[in-house]
Each structure stands twice: as C-alpha cells, then as structure tokens.
C-alpha cells in the first residue's frame, strides 16, 4: 500500500529501493498521490512538478535495472524550499515579487539532489524571503500544522516541515538564519538541522542575510537528516564562504549514538522565563533521559545572549536590505506602474514595483535595515550589533570549554494559532529567541522531537548545539536521544498525530 | 534616538527604491520605534575594545584563477525581462544621471 | 554635437584668476583591468561581443547568485600600488556601496570603502620644463564595473530628453581599480599642466605594467577631476592653512587634452561664481570637448548615502609578504630610468626627449623603433606631422589612426630611398585617410623615387636649356639662385626625384660645385 512508503523514513525507502522491493517510480507516485490527498488543508506546495519528479524516477529505476552503482537516496523523492533556484521550476521565495520568475540556473545543492538522482517533488512554501517564524507571510498563503490545521507550521520554513511531518515528503530542504529550519521542526513534531555556516553552499538560494543563512535537512529522524546533511554538504568553489573540508562524519556520529562521558551544557539564558511549561517540562526529562545514558550535565552561562535578539534584529535587516536591493522591475520579476502617472521614471516603476510587490514583513525589515546602515546611525546599530556578535561567539567559546554540546529548548512556546501574533512583529520575532545566537556565531544546532506539551498536547522540541564544524556531535547525541524516546513513546512521536483526512482516495501503483 | 519619525520613514523609503502609501508611511513609522526601542540597547554591550565580526568563520584569502567559464545565452537571460528590445533590457526613462 | 541651449556660464581670465585663487585638484582614474574574466565571475571581458552575451547569474545579479574573487585582479591592483609606492594592505575587504540603478544589476557595487588594498604611495610627474612634481596617491582600491546603457528618443543620446533606455549588462562586473589621488596643493598655474601630466604618467606606467589597455577613448582609463579654489594667501608658506573651497567633480574626460582643459575652465568658471560673492554649487558636472565647457550635471546630496557594510558574500583578502615581492620582482623599469635609458639608447638631446615626454610620444617612439624605424625618424614623424595633424584635430596623439607599425614602415621606405620626403608626406595623408599601410599606399599610387641616373639628367639639361639667366647666375657662383632650378627639376620629375641630388647635378653641370 502506498501509505506503507508515505509512512516509511527516508533510509527505510532508501534500503527498499536498493534492494528493489519498490521502484523509484512507486515511491514517487506515493508520495505525488499523498501530495493530492491532504495538501489542499496542509498547503506545504508552492508547485508541485510531477513530470519532472516522474522523469527522474523512471531514470533512477533504469538505472539501476542496468546494474549501475548509484547513491543510497537514489530514488528517494524529496521537497525543496522554495528559496532555492531550480533550472526550470518556479521558485518565488515566497513573493509575489517573484511571481512566475523560471531561475535559468540550479542552486548548488539542487545539482547535488540531481546529481544523487532524488525526484524533487515541488517547491515548498515560506516567509516571504524567509522572514518570518509562521509562514503567514508567504504572499501565497499560510502552511498549515499537522498537527492542528489552525496552527502556525513555523517559519520561515513551514511548508518544509508541514510536507514532511504530514508524509508528502520524507525529506526535505530548508535554510535557516535564524531558526527557519529548527523552530519549524519544533512546532511539527520533526527533524531540522542548521549545519555549520559554509558547510553547505548557500549559491543559488536567494538571499536574506548573507552573514547567517544556511540550508539544511528536514526529515522525521535523525538517521534521515543525516543522509540528507551528507549529500547537500561540502565545499563549493562557487560560495566564497564555503569550508574547504569535507562533510562532517555525521552518519558515523548516528551510527554510534554514544553520550558516554559527554558533558551537555544547559544555557542558563536559553529555557528559562518566558518558556511555556510543557516546554521546560519535556526539556528536562530529555536532558535527564540523555544523564541515564550516561551524559554529564554542566550548568553554562553566555550573559550576552540577552542581546542575541537585538543584534540579529539589526544585522538582518541591514544585510536584506542590501540582498533585496536587486528586485527592482528592470532585469525580471514584478513591474508595476505607478498609478495615475504619465510616462513613468524608472525610479518610479522601481518604487511602485517594490511596493506592490513586497510584503509587509519585508518592507518593515527593508526600512529598518536601511536606517541600520544609513551615515549617523551605522556605529550605534549595524556597528554594534557586530560586536555583540563578536561577545556572542566568545561566550559559546567559553561554554564549549566546558561543555562538548549545549542543549535547550528549540522554541519557548508550542505552535500558536494562524492570526494570533501576526499583528505584533515583536511577539513574532521572540519565537526565535533560543535559535538565533547559533546563527550570529556560524555554530550548527539540531532540533528533534522531546514530546508533547501537557497543556495543549503539541509537539516540543530539544536544541542541540555543537562548536562549528563539529556537527557530527549534533547527530551523536541527537540519535542517542531519540532512541531513548522513541522508546519511551512506544514508537515516533509523529505517530500520534491525528490522521489527515484526505480530499482524494490514493490511488495503488501497479509496477 | 529610537524615536523615528513619519519624514524619516519617507526618506529611508525613498532610499530604498519602495513607494509607500500613506497609510504604511502612518504604520511603520509606530512598528519601527517599538522595534527600534528593543534594539537600541545593543549599544550599551559594544563598547570600543570589542572588534566587530563580519564572517562567523575566519576565513581568507578565496579567489578564483582567471579562466572563462561558459556563460548564459542572451535568449536566457531575456526571456524573463519585464521588457527587452535590441537584444538589451529595455528600461523606462533614467531620471537621474549617474 | 552639442544641441544644449542652456546659457553660457561666465568664466574669468585664467590669469586674473591665479591672481586671487589657490587651485586644488583631486583625481579619480578609473583603471579597467584586462583580465580574461570578470571581477567576481569567469564570464569573458573581451570587447566588442554581441548584447548580453557575456553575462551569468553573478555577474547578472540574478537571486542566488555569489561572487568570487578573480586571482589575477588581485595581482594586478597589488602591481598598481608597488608601482604607485603604495603600502600594500595586510588585510583588507570588500564593501558594498549601496545605491539604486539600472545598468547596477545588484543595486549595489561591491567596491572597496575604508579598507583598500593600496594606499599611501606618490607619482612623480615630470613636466615640460624638466621639473618634478609629486602627486600623492591616498588609495587604489578593486571594484566592479556597470552596466552601458543606450538612451533611446533623445537628441543626443544622452539622458536628457530620452524616453526610455537599453542596457547591455556585458561589461557588468569586469574589475576595475580606481585611483585616488590626495588633494594636489601648490600646482597654482600649472595645476591643468600638472593633471593631465599626472593622468599621461599613470597612463604610461599602467601600459608598462601591462594591467590594462589603458585606451582613454575606448574607456579602458576613466578620469574625474575635482576641483575647489580658495584665496590665495598673501605669504606663499602660509597657503597650506587656508582652508579648501568647495569642489566639483567633472566627468566625461575622455582624453589628456580633455583634463587639462577641463581643469582650466573649472578654474575660470569657479573663479567667476566666487567673484560675484555667490558660492560654489558641490555637484558633478559634465564636460563636453566639443564646446569646452562644463555644464551642471546632477547635484550631490545626502540622497548620496552609500550605507557601505563590509560584502558578507566574501572573506578578505590578506596579501601575504611574500606574494607582494613575488610581485615586485615582475615590475617593470621605473619610468625615470626608463626614460633616461631610452634617451641614451636613442641619442637624443635634454631639450629633444623632453619634448618628446610632453606630447606623450616616448611609448610611440620606443614601439616605432621595436618596429624598425630608427630613432631620428620616429622622432621625426610622430614630433613633427602627426604632433601637427594631431593638435589641429584636437585628438591625443596615441588616439590616431596611425600605428608606430606604420611609422616603422614609412620611416624604412624613405630610409631605402623609395621616397623622397615630401612623397613621405603624401603617403602620411593617405595612410591618415585610412587608405592602407605605407607599403599598400605607395604600392597603389605608384611612388617610387626615380633612381634613373639618365633621366634626371636629362631633365636637368632641358631645365637650364629653359632657364638661361638663372642657369648664368649660377655658374656666376650665386649658388643660392640653384634653388629655383632644383623646383623646376622636381616638378618634371613629378616630385620623383632625390632633390639633393638634382641640385648635385645642377651646380656640376653649370661647373658652380
């Protein structure tokens, strides 16, 4: 039965596959056919490219009929953010700016996707260019949770975890600057992981703030992130910011799942006031599962993290301001003439273009960001916001002295309902308060699953935090975790989802 | 100096290329200030003996040799133009000179 | 053509102005490297190709796209601080000077701000009275070019009056270095002498580095000039405390001619405005070699605010000590040596090479000897004709169309005695005309110096059998008197003939040699 690969990790399909108990065609027709049946309510799909995705499985199964040795996620469908260029496929970075624009040239890490022969199903739903932590500022319309229908799926990257927490996908691609990928795993009850900065090429994924992006894996393991984390890292000679050292040995590091002996910091900063208490509740019974294991838990302190949230509200903007500059109606995207005015200056189309043609968020943040920068004001904000970054990186510095990881609770508060914060751009920023010190430091963190909330039984996530370039230890400990839990839950918390009702019967594939 | 005013707001628009009605210029200028206001306070940690960071990693010294690379054809890069005409990107008349 | 009908601004005479004014000058070179590739892209930089065919998503500013750093720009803006004296930076970064427009696919160019690789280093300039003048260099810094635009409906072409416009984004991105000299104190008269020297010199010394093509006219080198006029101070030693005027900056200096006379008529017209008690607009203006004049470009103000922030898209760049003497050891002669080698090698004399230097003939000179040409008659030629035809044309001489190549060649055809001078100067006009070469030119027209011993006898026979009192006076010994009869001679031979020697055989025959 189809639901069988729907339900099935990424590794399980990958296993299947190669021992041809399933075709690459089956598995991506599944997954097309799941895609029809719940994302009318889920809505996690920009565009969804069945042909292509089709194409790709077809190739992946001759393939391999032939004998070639081809990689272990060939075949294996996947989603990407729709941040990223996809020769051919739209890709709107969430904007109406972008409606319709067709990239002539493929992101880095799609070549990679390609070039492992994973169908790429569609391109999924976001914060406009990624601003934001609940998807309603897609200008396509919110994603939905899951879990709850009239609940935020997170963002920027929502419709990434949405399509894989609801089986439309078994993996996924998702960047985050500042929590996109991790706090929507959080919310979703899924896997995200945020790789070192330039340990993954960021060329061809559109711009918000060059100095915090990154892309990552989103799946519902951590075995599945970190097959996903393998084939999309690695140095890249097209990104100036790109490592030049091969992908950490992650799959290695969840192979051995061992926390013996390993000291786990708990930020004091990070999980405290301001956290809602199922939060805090299944936080600490994980970081006691990972004690049983036989971790040591050490008390650490970063007292600038409390300006964590200011710098990033600073940087941010002042470098999207810069990136966004180039959608301007005069090369490709939205042009729009000014109302009521005869012969138009070029000037005049840019403004009027940029007006209709971004949201609020990002006109907000384009503002903020051009004061951030302007003469007079540089020292006293962008300026200072990077030397907080400098105190931010001292203190994991510090703390990684003492500890090998640093954990905490991912989000402070559970998936909140579509509507509830979209009025107060504050409120909405604090949602990435535990997320975002990673991201002005260029450390990697994970996110996974700690359980639900007793208040409102909704999923909770636990943050993972290594010093950079040591991501393997996010998986080590990640892996040794979710076993532990999984466990103790009698199976993967997804499971306790409640059943999507679906708009459409799944049709069987007959090989 | 986290007050910012509905004139700035009008200046920083016109700085950044986007036609604001009034109504937004009304709005943003009330959002801003609250943000501003939380973020102002970076300030008071930077202090002048703490250098600045501009890349999380230290890296340095990434070039490039100077060996062409296959570019994109005209017809690629045209076919998403807004409008285009002897082979170039036609643009409504430039105000100001450079 | 200039079709702008806007009034004449006033200007004084230059000398009245010194009377009162201190000039000070600033320079901005823009420098087009000739790298293969693009400054952060492998797209080519090879002129001349086809609209938006050297273009990719970097150098296109398309989303997604990064940049990364051309190796051998690097190189070559390190060889322009050491030929600069420059320091060359430890550590330096990229910047992005933010501003809006549409050949700036990015909308911002990623330049180089507080933090340029070259900075700290002097000219020396040698002007046309064998003086030295020192012109201090405060940076050279990478950077990217734009974008060209055609403005369409016009009068012009340019963008007044134009309805819309046409970019071509080929030249987008290829590396540029722009030089910046610190403000030029105590020129006073001579400051337009001194700018355009300064502007020749780079010009040289970046052909010699082999950086560029460095072809004013073509835009491979740029020139802005700055210029402010304070009070001249009545004790000379106290200048220097008198604080600078306000400036303005000129574009559109397409030729050495054109910085000099551009700075002149600065001079005059902010001397003019001051004098009427108003004060200097700061604005860019624009000038225009045909009509000599600046007019009133666009206004500088705060809507100028780069918002310049280190490029986060790239690292820095930290030349290692050993890299710059690596590089050091490929610089060529310093000009001065250069110079007084090249002199002695071709025996001219002070005043000779000096006046070569001046009309910015010496790189002429040097490639017309490598061709062949001897020294005496590549001097000859590009000082003499080509310095005329190229003043009255009010073009630079190295912007003609005739090639040292060429000189070369004309030089050897007279040198062989294939052609007489003034059949020299006829195929000098035709090659100017675009005829062909020297060889191709006298080939068509049938030039040849009539070698015919026989025949220029003969013709000096009929003429003093023609001219019997003017043959008298010359066997009378008034030699001088032969010339009349050399002309007749020549206008038989239909100029073909060796006029020394005519008169050779003319004052032999009529027994006065």
Same mark, same amino acid.
Do not use: C, W
């Given at each position: 039965m189809s639901s069988d690969i729907t339900r099935a990790s990424a590794a399980e399909l990958a296993d299947r596959l190669s021992r041809k108990e399933i075709s690459a065609v089956e598995a991506t027709q599944a997954h097309l056919d799941r895609i029809e049946a719940v994302d009318g309510s889920v809505k996690a799909f920009l565009h969804v490219d069945a042909q292509g995705a089709l194409a790709t499985a077809r190739d992946i199964d001759q393939r391999r009929m032939a004998g070639e040795e081809l990689h272990i996620l060939a075949g294996v469908p996947i989603a990407v953010k729709d941040i990223a260029t996809t020769k051919g496929l739209p890709t709107t970075a969430g904007s109406r700016i972008l409606q319709g624009w067709i990239p002539p040239y493929d992101a880095t890490i799609v070549t990679k996707l390609k070039a492992a022969g994973m169908p790429i199903l569609g391109k999924t739903n976001m914060d406009e260019f990624a601003m934001g932590s609940s998807t309603e500022h897609s200008a396509y319309g919110p994603s939905h949770n899951p879990w709850d229908l009239e609940r935020i799926p997170g963002g920027s990257g929502g419709g990434s975890s949405a399509a894989v927490a609801s089986y439309q996908a078994p993996l996924a691609i998702g960047t985050d600057t500042g929590g996109s990928i991790r706090q929507p795993a959080a919310v979703t009850g899924t896997v995200g992981c945020k790789p070192t900065y330039g340990g993954v090429s960021r060329y061809g994924l559109i711009a918000l703030a060059s100095s915090l992006d990154q892309a990552g894996p989103v799946s519902r393991t951590v075995l599945d992130a970190a097959l996903l984390h393998s084939v999309i890292g690695g140095y890249d000679p097209m990104d100036s910011t790109s490592i030049n050292a091969p992908v950490p040995p992650v799959l290695e590091a969840v192979r051995r799942a061992d926390v013996k002996g390993m000291r786990i910091g708990v930020v004091k900063e990070l999980g405290g006031e301001g956290y809602q208490p199922g939060v805090r509740a299944r936080f600490e019974e994980s970081v006691q599962l990972l004690v049983e294991q036989g971790a040591e838990v050490v008390e650490v302190s970063c007292p600038s993290f409390d300006y964590a949230l200011a710098a990033y509200y600073l940087i941010l903007p002042s470098e999207a301001s810069s990136n966004l500059a180039k959608f301007d109606a005069m090369r490709y995207g939205l042009r729009v003439l000014p109302e009521g005015v005869e012969d138009p200056s070029a000037e005049q189309v840019m403004a009027a273009s940029r007006d209709a043609g971004f949201g609020d968020e990002v006109k907000r943040r384009i503002i903020l960001g051009t004061y951030a920068l302007s003469s007079g004001y540089y020292d006293a904000y962008y300026g200072s916001a990077q030397k907080v970054r400098t105190l931010i990186s001292r203190d994991f510095a510090a703390a990684f002295e003492k500890a090998d990881v640093l954990v905490s609770p991912t989000t402070p508060t559970t998936a909140f309902k579509i509507g509830e914060k979209i009025n107060d751009p504050l409120a909405m920023y604090l949602n990435d308060i535990a997320t975002i010190p990673a991201n002005l430091a260029g450390i990697p963190g994970i996110s996974l699953p700690s359980g639900l909330a007793d208040e409102d039984g909704l999923p909770t996530g636990i943050q993972i935090l290594a010093p950079a370039t040591k991501d393997e230890r996010l998986y080590g400990v990640g892996a040794a975790l979710e076993a532990a839990l999984v466990r103790r839950w009698g199976g993967p918390l997804l499971a306790k989802a409640p059943e999507l009702s679906t708009t459409a019967t799944s049709r069987e594939v007959h090989a | 100096m986290s007050a910012i005013s509905r004139d700035e707001v009008a $200046?920083?628009? @016109?700085? #950044?290329?986007?036609?604001?009605?009034?109504?937004?210029?009304?709005? @943003?200028? +009330? =959002?801003?200030?609250?943000?501003?206001?939380?973020? #102002?306070?970076?300030?008071?940690? #930077?202090?002048d003996d703490v250098p600045p960071t501009s890349h999380p990693l230290p890296l340095t010294n990434v070039t490039r040799p100077d060996v062409v690379r296959p570019s994109l054809t005209a017809a690629e890069v045209l076919v998403a133009a807004p409008a285009s005409e002897q082979q170039r990107f036609s643009v409504p008349r430039i105000l100001d000179e450079d | 053509m200039s079709t702008d009908t806007r009034a004449a601004e006033p200007v004084v005479d230059y000398a009245e102005v010194l009377k009162k004014y201190d000039p000070v000058m600033g320079l901005e070179v823009h420098v087009e490297l000739n790298t293969a590739t693009k400054m952060f892209c492998g797209c080519a930089t090879g002129f001349g190709a086809e609209p938006n065919t050297q273009v990719c998503p970097v150098c296109l500013g398309l989303p997604g796209a990064l940049p990364v750093v051309n190796a051998a720009a690097v190189d070559s803006a390190i060889r322009i601080g050491l030929a600069l004296n420059c320091e060359i930076a430890t550590w330096c970064r990229f910047a992005r000077k933010n501003y809006f427009y549409p050949d700036m696919p990015k909308n911002f160019q990623t330049s180089? /701000?507080? =933090?340029?690789?070259?900075?700290? +280093? /002097?000219?020396?300039?040698?002007?046309?009275? +064998?003086?030295?003048?020192?012109? =201090?260099? =405060?940076?050279?810094? @990478?950077?990217?070019?734009?974008?060209?635009?055609?403005?369409?409906?016009?009068?012009? +072409?340019?963008? $007044?009056?134009?309805? $819309?416009?046409?970019?071509? /984004?080929?030249?987008?991105?290829?590396?540029?270095?722009?030089?910046?000299?610190?403000?030029i104190l105590g020129a006073g008269a001579r400051a337009p002498e001194v700018a355009k020297a300064y502007v020749g010199a780079l010009r040289d010394l970046l052909k010699a580095l082999q950086v560029s093509d460095v072809r004013m006219e073509q835009g491979s080198l740029r020139c802005d000039v700055n210029l402010s006029l304070r009070p001249r101070a009545q004790d000379p030693d106290a200048q220097n405390e008198v604080p600078l005027g306000t400036r303005t900056e000129t574009k559109n200096v397409n030729s050495l001619r054109s910085v000099e006379a551009a700075v002149r008529f600065e001079m005059t017209r902010h001397a003019a405005v001051l004098n009427s008690g108003a004060s200097i607009l700061q604005e860019t203006r624009h000038w225009h070699e045909d009509t000599g004049v600046t007019t009133s470009g666009r206004v500088k103000s705060d809507a100028d605010d780069y918002r310049y922030f280190p490029e986060p898209d790239l690292v820095p760049v930290a030349p290692t000590r050993q890299r710059v003497e690596e590089l050091r050891a490929t610089m060529p002669e310093p000009p001065a040596e250069r110079r007084h080698r090249l002199q002695s090698d071709w025996g001219y004399s002070d005043m000779e090479m000096r006046d070569v230097m001046n009309a910015g003939a010496v790189m002429l000179i040097e490639e017309s000897v490598a061709a062949g040409a001897t020294p005496a008659g590549a001097r000859k030629w590009w000082m003499g004709e080509l310095a005329?035809? #190229?003043?009255?044309?009010?073009r630079d001489l190295a912007d003609f169309g005739v090639t040292p190549g060429d000189v070369a060649e004309l030089d050897a055809l007279v040198a062989s005695g294939r052609l007489n001078d003034s059949m020299a100067r006829q195929v000098l006009e035709a090659v100017l005309a675009g005829e062909g070469s020297p060889v191709a030119v006298a080939d068509a027209r049938g030039l040849q110096l009539v070698e015919d011993d026989e025949a220029l006898s003969a013709a000096v026979d009929a003429v003093i059998a023609a001219n019997p009192e003017v043959a008298g006076k010359v066997a009378e010994g008034k030699v001088a008197a032969a010339g009349a009869l050399i002309g007749a001679v020549m206008k038989q031979m239909k100029g073909q003939a060796d006029a020394a020697k005519a008169r050779e055989l003319i004052l032999a025959k009529l027994g006065a040699s």
């Open positions: - | $200046h920083l628009a @016109m700085l #950044a290329r986007i036609d604001l009605s009034n109504e937004e210029l009304d709005k @943003m200028s +009330g =959002e801003l200030a609250i943000i501003l206001e939380s973020v #102002a306070r970076v300030s008071e940690l #930077a202090t | 180089q /701000y507080d =933090e340029p690789i070259d900075f700290n +280093g /002097y000219l020396d300039v040698e002007l046309s009275d +064998g003086s030295t003048f020192r012109v =201090e260099i =405060e940076r050279a810094h @990478m950077e990217e070019d734009t974008g060209k635009s055609l403005h369409i409906g016009g009068a012009t +072409g340019r963008i $007044h009056g134009a309805d $819309h416009s046409l970019v071509d /984004y080929n030249r987008a991105g290829i590396p540029l270095v722009e030089i910046v000299t610190r403000p005329r035809r #190229a003043s009255v044309d009010g």
